[in-house]
Nanobody
Framework: QVQLVESGGGSVQAGGSLRLSCAAS??????MGWFRQAPGKEREGVAS????????ADSAKGRFTITQDNAKNKNTVYLQMNSLKPEDTAMYYC??????????????????WGQGTQVTVSS
């Protein structure tokens, strides 16, 4: 059974940091990513990773870092978020593609999803 479980969300003041984790099981993924969705907005891609090769949305560049735990399990990914801004407030979702490559960071290209973890940044 495929399962993606996120953790690490919470509330933080602007300028602070959070680290999200995602543990996947039931399938060996080559590409995993993070998305977020704020109230009233569409789900947007944040970052993706495949064997250490990363891609970031413009909103994440320079502040967020996606990594993969290769020492233990390729299916564990993290999102280190620094210099958080109120506009980063959203539900953050871990997602995984069943393709061999990392597709364009659009929600429809990712087959499996976690339940989400809330990130709230106050000013």
């Amino acid at each position: 059974q495929v399962q993606l479980v996120e953790s690490g969300g919470g509330s933080v003041q602007a300028g602070g940091s959070l680290r999200l984790s995602c543990a996947a099981s039931g399938y060996t993924y080559y590409c995993m990513g993070w998305f977020r969705q704020a109230p009233g907005k569409e789900r947007e891609g944040v970052a993706s990773i495949r064997y250490g090769s990363t891609y970031y949305a413009d909103s994440a560049k320079g502040r967020f870092t996606i990594t993969q735990d290769n020492a233990k399990n390729k299916n564990t990914v993290y999102l280190q978020m620094n210099s958080l801004k109120p506009e980063d407030t959203a539900m953050y979702y871990c997602a995984a593609s069943r393709r061999y490559y990392c597709p364009t960071l659009v929600a429809g290209n990712f087959a499996d999803w976690g339940q989400g973890t809330q990130v709230t940044v106050s000013s």
